[in-house]
């Protein structure tokens, strides 16, 4: 069974302070994908980052940063700089990497609800 | 650059009504998910759909629920009786069989009174 926890339900912030984003997994699988996702007050999921179990190389992408350690099972995103824009609900999830005929279904944590206050 | 589009984006009904649900994936992604998201919860898997074949379903979907994807391209998702839990928003995904990122449309929002 696969299960995401983000621990963190809500979260403010004032703009320009820098946020980190808790994660944490759990898979029997040996290979798998981890993915951070977006959803603003519209409703729709915007995916992040994608990210493969054989790679620990932390991954940055202008003010938004990842960092996975698979010794921790943790997969934490850190917004530099926040910013008003970036209020949303933030999903962690975890999907199988080699499914055979299996769906790759993602299994999603509940998400972190961040405020950013001007 | 069309994404996944749901119609309707609201839907209210009464208990007891059948509804349903369209999802236009993005036009080349073979695969096809559909999701269901509660108030303060995370999106949960309901069913799989690689071209037309459904490979996939969760114990989520009970027989009041089914899926059809005729010629691979659009879904369709049917609630029949519904009933006031199944109330929530409905999410569609495409992805491409080779990369496994899943795109998602702005949902179907359902509320069953």
């Known amino acids: 069974a696969q299960k995401v926890t983000q621990a963190q339900t809500e979260i403010s912030v004032v703009e320009k302070e820098d946020v980190t984003l808790d994660c944490v997994y759990e898979?029997?699988?040996?290979?798998?994908?981890l993915f951070w996702y977006k959803q603003p007050p519209s409703g729709e999921l915007v995916f992040l980052i994608r990210?493969?179990?054989?790679?620990?190389q932390n991954e940055i992408s202008g003010r938004y940063s990842w960092n996975f350690q698979k010794s921790t099972s943790s997969f934490n995103f850190t917004i530099t700089a926040s910013q008003v824009v970036d209020s949303a609900v933030y999903f962690c999830?975890?999907?199988?990497?080699?499914?055979?005929?299996?769906?790759?279904?993602?299994?999603f944590g509940k998400g972190t609800k961040l405020s950013v206050i001007p | 650059d069309t994404g996944v589009s749901q119609d309707p984006r609201h839907k209210i009904t009464k208990r007891g009504q059948n509804v349903t649900f369209r999802c236009d994936p993005i036009?080349?992604?073979?695969?096809l998910y559909w999701y269901r998201q509660t108030l303060g919860q995370g999106p949960e898997f309901l069913t799989y759909?690689?071209?037309?074949?459904?490979?996939?379903k969760s114990r989520l979907l009970s027989d009041r629920f089914s899926a059809e994807r005729p010629k691979g391209s659009f879904s369709t998702l049917e609630i029949q009786r519904t009933e006031q839990g199944d109330s929530a928003m409905y999410l569609c995904?495409?992805?491409?069989?080779?990369?496994?990122?899943?795109?998602f449309g702005a949902g179907t929002r359902l509320s069953v009174l």
């Open positions: 759909f690689q071209n037309e074949a459904q490979l996939e």
């Open positions: 898979t029997r699988d040996t290979t798998y994908y």
């Open positions: 036009s080349e992604h073979n695969r």
């Open positions: 999830a975890l999907s199988p990497r080699d499914s055979g005929a299996g769906s790759y279904q993602l299994t």
């Open positions: 995904a495409s992805s491409l069989a080779d990369v496994n990122i899943q795109y």
């Open positions: 990210r493969n179990s054989f790679d620990e």
